[in-house]
């Protein structure tokens, strides 16, 4: 139970610094062009892949138990990262609207690499 709860919260926590980075930042981080989109989704993935690898360690998942707890981090993480990206105008009102989608996108792929990251250290 208390692997569970540390999870949930450490997924909790990861999408509160995410959505405050994108707050503060993401003015800057939404740049037009093709390379700098083609930049944002290499991060976005050795991201996601690092803190699937890293993640688990840091709640203290033994070796068995490091998938149930990426998962466990990863569907609050998308639960709150859906909520922003419908709401993204309302929360992010400096940057543009039209990129709703590309949050969203971004926000999904990462978890995929999270959960990859996570598969390769069960």
């Known amino acids: 139970m208390r692997l569970t709860l540390k999870s949930i ?3 909790l926590l990861l999408a509160l610094i995410v959505h ?3 707050f503060l930042f993401g003015t800057q981080f939404f740049i037009d062009g093709r390379s700098p989109f083609q930049i944002n989704f290499f991060g976005g993935a050795a991201v996601g892949l690092l803190l699937g690898l890293i993640m688990p360690l ?3 998942a033994p070796r068995g138990e ?3 707890a990426i998962v466990l981090m990863l569907v609050p993480f ?3 990262e859906a909520a922003v990206t419908s709401h993204f105008q309302v929360l ?3 940057v543009n609207p039209v990129m709703d989608k590309v949050y969203g996108a971004l926000m999904v792929w990462a ?3 999270a959960l990859i990251g996570g598969l390769i250290r069960r």
Do not use: I, K, N
Request: hydrophobic share 60%; no cysteine.
């Open 78 to 80: 998308l639960m709150w």
């Open 92 to 94: 992010f009102r400096d």
């Open 58 to 60: 840091l709640v203290g």
């Open 111 to 113: 978890t995929a690499f």
């Open 20 to 22: 405050v980075g994108f």
């Open 9 to 11: 919260a450490a997924g």
């Open 66 to 68: 490091r998938l149930r």
